[in-house]
Each structure stands twice: as structure tokens, then as C-alpha cells.
Nanobody
Framework: QVQLQEAGPGLVKPSQTLSLTCTVS??????????WNWIRQPPGKGLQWMGA???????YFSPSLKRRASISRDTSKNQFSLQLSSVTPEDTAVYYC????????????WGQGTQVTVSS
């Protein structure tokens, strides 16, 4: 069974860089036909897709976050990570990592989510 687990600081100061890591078990992040995503949900709002990294290591980002976001991976640890620079209180959200099954489309496995608050 595929499992994803987010990890990172719960509190980040404005203007700093937020870094989160997703550890994947039960599947390889280099497997064909899957992409590995970051999605967030600000308080009182809907889910917002942030970006993804595919099996080849190529990145894709939401246009609104492209200038501040990056996604990297460590294949030896089967992890992928999000970095979001110059954070503001508007970046406060629950952050999720999720697998996108490119065969059929859609996110089929999710992490439990981690709360990140941006505050001084």
C-alpha cells in the first residue's frame, strides 16, 4: 500500500523560506506514469494545487506560485520536497503531498497533511 507522510516546521516567519518533505513508501517516486504533487488548503478556502515533480524529475507549477516555489527529490530516500520562498501570512495552510495517477488522472494517495502557519 502506498503511503505518503509530510514533515516540516509548523511555524515559519514572514519572508523566510518554507521547506516541507514528503516521504513515500510502497511505491517509487521514479516509477512510470505517476507524478508527485504538493497541494495546500488555506483556512476557509478550497484546495490549491501548487506543483508537481514527475518520474523524470521535471517540475510543473501553478502560475501563481512559479516564481516562489521549487520542488526537488532525493531518490535514495524516496522523498520529494517543496521549497516556498518569501512567505507571507497568506501562505498559512494545511499542506498535503499526493500521488497523481497519470494512467487515469486524479490524486489517488494523499498524506495526512501538515499545518504550516506563517507568523512573526
Amino acid at each position: 500500500q502506498v503511503q505518503l507522510q509530510e514533515a516540516g516546521p509548523g511555524l515559519v516567519k514572514p519572508s523566510q523560506t518554507l521547506s516541507l518533505t514528503c516521504t513515500v513508501s510502497g511505491d517509487s517516486i521514479t516509477a512510470n506514469y505517476y507524478a508527485w504533487n504538493w497541494i495546500r488548503q488555506p483556512p476557509g478556502k478550497g484546495l490549491q494545487w501548487m506543483g508537481a515533480i514527475n518520474q523524470h524529475g521535471s517540475n510543473y507549477f501553478s502560475p501563481s506560485l512559479k516564481r516562489r516555489a521549487s520542488i526537488s527529490r532525493d531518490t535514495s530516500k524516496n522523498q520529494f520536497s517543496l521549497q516556498l520562498s518569501s512567505v507571507t501570512p497568506e501562505d498559512t495552510a494545511v499542506y498535503y503531498c499526493a500521488r497523481d495517477d497519470l494512467h487515469v488522472g486524479g490524486f489517488d494517495y494523499w498524506g495526512q497533511g501538515t499545518q504550516v502557519t506563517v507568523s512573526s
